[in-house]
């Protein structure tokens, strides 16, 4: 899907920045492709930038340069009605005074469709949303979720090509925010349309994206597909951002083969990736993900003494707290089956990781 993007994106930022006072910039020179019928998601803590690119996407802010391009037409200067776009809120932002079936028209209504032309697409628009027979009742009558059901069936009624999501789960519980983010999901591909979706929350976007930007301080931190993300992080941003990670402060040493060795704060080395890390004597922070370190089960380079801090059942694996190399905070996931040692809270055990699974990133 993002492989030949550049060649036909449908939506497009190019060299976009934006700033309230004309001084601090909350988008600095955003560059990101589109490809029709992908859905990205911008990711990031509160502040990074994420929402502001989505609003002048839609046309409710204005870029301060740069341009924006929609199927290769600059947009900057078209008024949101004009731009053909559905939007999906975390408030809803239905009209308490009028019934389902009205809330759907009324984009149909502006769009200068006949009545019989707008009871089809409505109809239509429900049944997306298996939420047909609630068509006379008003959003008050509506439990938070079946409301944020016609939020979305409001943004597909008019057919858009491209639909924006700015927190939509955001007020839902839990259970109901997981069903939510397949349904959507299911919706896109079953559609084809082309979903740009903002959230702050990691496993949401993982679930649902072809691809995810990670957001920090107005820029994109690293764009790929979810599993990427994950299991290759390009800086310690993104590695701590998503998922759970493991961190080990140390020294660049050397470089052997394709491998750097790192002299760690408690003075022994570690063998790693050499992702993003300067040349011999700079500081980097080793990053290791969770589920990538063995107990008692191999023998590497990288193998080590730890002590056994804290241990909590979680069902299908036991969350071990360990100290390794100095570090209180270091995590192993066990997995509850069969054949995997049984730990004891103050012993200490053989922890190990191959090289190749520990990235040296940029110091935090």
């Not at 955003?30 to 994420?50: A, D, H, R, Y």
């Not at 389902?100 to 409505?122: C, H, I, M, Q, Y």
């Not at 063998?271 to 008692?296: F, M, Y």
């Amino acid at each position: 899907m993002a492989s030949d993007v550049s060649d036909n994106a449908f939506v497009e930022f190019d060299r976009v920045q934006k700033s309230y006072d004309g001084e601090v910039l909350v988008v600095k020179d955003l560059n990101l492709q589109i490809g029709k019928g992908e859905f990205v998601t911008m990711l990031g803590p509160s502040g990074s930038g994420k929402t502001t690119c989505l609003m002048m996407l839609a046309g409710f802010e204005t870029a301060t340069n740069g341009d924006i391009r929609l199927a290769g037409r600059p947009i900057n200067n078209i008024p949101p009605h004009k731009r053909g776009i559905g939007m999906v809120f975390q408030n809803y932002a239905l009209f308490p005074h009028m019934t389902v079936g009205e809330n759907l028209s009324f984009p149909l209504e502006v769009r200068g469709l006949d009545k019989t032309a707008r009871e089809e697409k409505v109809k239509r628009a429900l049944e997306m949303v298996q939420m047909g027979e609630f068509i006379n009742r008003r959003p008050a009558q509506l439990s938070g979720g079946q409301q944020q059901r016609i939020a979305l069936a409001r943004a597909l009624v008019f057919e858009p090509e491209l639909v924006l999501m700015d927190e939509p789960l955001g007020a839902l519980d839990k259970q109901l925010r997981e069903h939510m983010q397949f349904e959507i999901k299911h919706l896109h591909e079953r559609l084809g349309i082309t979903v740009v979706y903002v959230t702050h929350d990691q496993s949401e976007a993982l679930t649902m994206s072809d691809r995810v930007a990670v957001f920090d301080d107005g820029r994109i931190q690293q764009l790929a597909p979810p599993a990427d993300l994950y299991e290759r992080p390009e800086n310690s941003f993104v590695a701590q951002f998503i998922g759970e990670n493991n961190k080990l402060d140390g020294v660049v040493e050397g470089f052997e083969g394709d491998e750097v060795i790192v002299r760690l704060a408690d003075g022994e080395t570690c063998r790693a990736n050499p992702v993003k890390c300067g040349d011999v004597g700079s500081e980097t922070l080793i990053s290791i993900r969770p589920e990538r370190v063995w107990i008692e089960g191999k023998t590497t380079p990288n193998t080590t003494e730890a002590q056994v801090l804290e241990l909590i059942y979680l069902g299908d694996h036991v969350r071990c707290r360990l100290q390794v190399h100095g570090n209180d905070e270091f995590i192993v996931k066990v997995p509850n089956s069969a054949g995997h040692k049984h730990l004891v809270v103050g012993e200490t055990a053989k922890v190990s990781w191959d090289a190749q699974d520990a990235r040296a990133l940029d110091p935090l």
